[in-house]
């Protein structure tokens, strides 16, 4: 619906009103969920109390807390608070169009990144392939990935989980409520890169991820990024003591800025370890929305009903000034790293590099993709880097519209069957990194 006053939608919470921009339509700052602070602030996502009157949803809402990084796009420090639990929509018209939805995850190694970042605009997919854009904010950090329940007990279950928990009720959200902004629930496709991509893998391997999801993209990310419980214990600890180990209720009352002080400390000090791992405030299997590791659900069927496009983007590395790779630097200064990885981790993992040289500017895969999956349960790159390019893989031929790229880039397409691996470009849009 709309009006001289901007276009409105109607959500489950009140409705929203939005604005004209670029021949599209702009929903900004809508909460998905109830803001996480105060005895929220480690509770899983609750939904959000409902207002009368049409809200302001022209401006984007905050971001969630974080510190900036050494990348090219993470840099410069953002505007962020604990309310940051907001979605942007970018639809053609807010209307009964039945449009096909992409949802897009930020990456940024669960540390940084944000929704409204503008190269996340989903203005050319509304444009020129009719597709109704979602980007969302989630928890990060210690505040999202960070298991205190060994150490605080029951009332902090879901803290290793709360930023992934964030993202499944972003996906909810969007079940229950796109079709007022024009798109379709039954035709959603959810994206990510680097750590938005090992998002999307853990939305197929996780139970609560069921149904809510048609189609899925991975970019340079797999399903391998994730802690066990008792790594997950350990780096709890760590956390824990950096901030001298207060009670729970101390812990809930602590300036945001000392937990983040102490996020940094840990990371710092788990980088100068000889085998430290993936990095330390990552997802933490165990709780139910993820029972077990992702490439163990997946291996034995989860998601394997979702056509899955995946790749790895080619110049990402240079977001960290990377454009020749030598191990060393790759190390370090591409994937932020230690010079000495730890034994059997591939250096530079994440980013799809194998610390050999390559060609300047490249991330050099494997020599060749592995064949598409013909079994129930699909293969999904779970050690070592993706390959370059990227396919579909699913189960049988396809007909979709879908993006196949980050929402900034001008690129969608419509797949009529999954191509082979050598018939798909190489090149996708890098994001902000990890």
Request: glycine share 14%; hydrophobic share 35%; proline share 12%.
């Amino acid at each position: 619906m709309t009006s001289d006053a901007g276009p409105l939608a109607h959500t489950t919470a009140g409705p929203v009103r939005g604005r004209h921009r670029q021949g599209v339509e702009l929903f900004a700052g809508i909460p998905y969920a109830a803001p996480p602070v105060g005895s929220r602030r480690f509770a899983p996502p609750a939904p959000p109390e409902p207002w009368d009157g049409a809200r302001d949803a022209r401006r984007f809402g905050k971001s969630a807390p974080q510190l900036p990084g050494e990348g090219l796009t993470n840099r410069v420090p953002v505007d962020w608070d604990e309310d940051c639990l907001p979605l942007n929509v970018v639809t053609p018209a807010a209307d009964d169009g039945h449009r096909p939805v992409y949802v897009w995850i930020h990456g940024g190694a669960y540390l940084h990144g944000q929704g409204s970042t503008p190269w996340y605009d989903g203005t050319p997919f509304a444009v020129r392939g009719d597709v109704v854009v979602v980007t969302i904010n989630y928890r990060l950090g210690a505040l999202g990935f960070c298991d205190l329940s060994s150490h605080l007990g029951e009332g902090f279950r879901s803290t290793g989980l709360n930023g992934f928990l964030d993202q499944l009720a972003a996906l909810e959200w969007v079940r229950d409520n796109i079709a007022a902004f024009g798109g379709d629930p039954d035709q959603v496709t959810v994206g990510g890169e680097s750590a938005g991509a090992f998002s999307v893998c853990n939305v197929l391997a996780s139970p609560h991820g069921d149904g809510l999801v048609h189609r899925a993209i991975a970019q340079s990310g797999a399903a391998h990024n994730a802690h066990d419980p008792e790594a997950g214990a350990g780096i709890a600890a760590q956390f824990l003591a950096a901030v001298d180990n207060p009670s729970a209720d101390d812990l809930l009352a602590l300036p945001v800025e000392r937990i983040l002080a102490a996020q940094q400390q840990v990371i710092t000090e788990r980088q100068v370890r000889a085998a430290h791992g993936i990095e330390p405030f990552y997802p933490v299997w165990g709780h139910e929305a993820l029972p077990a590791a992702p490439t163990d659900l997946i291996a034995t069927g989860a998601g394997a009903g979702v056509p899955l496009l995946t790749g790895t983007n080619e110049d990402e590395l240079a977001l960290w000034g990377v454009t020749g790779l030598d191990a060393a630097r790759t190390g370090c200064s591409g994937c932020r790293r230690s010079a000495t990885p730890s034994p059997g981790m591939p250096t530079g993992a994440p980013h799809g590099c194998t610390g050999s040289p390559g060609t300047p500017g490249r991330s050099t895969g494997s020599s060749a993709p592995p064949t598409p999956s013909r079994s129930p349960s699909r293969s999904i790159p779970s050690t070592g880097p993706a390959p370059t390019p990227s396919w579909v893989r699913g189960p049988g031929p396809t007909h979709w519209r879908r993006p196949y790229t980050t929402p900034g880039s001008p690129s969608s397409g419509t797949a009529t069957r999954p191509p082979p691996p050598s018939a798909t470009g190489r090149r996708t849009s890098p994001g902000p990194g990890s």
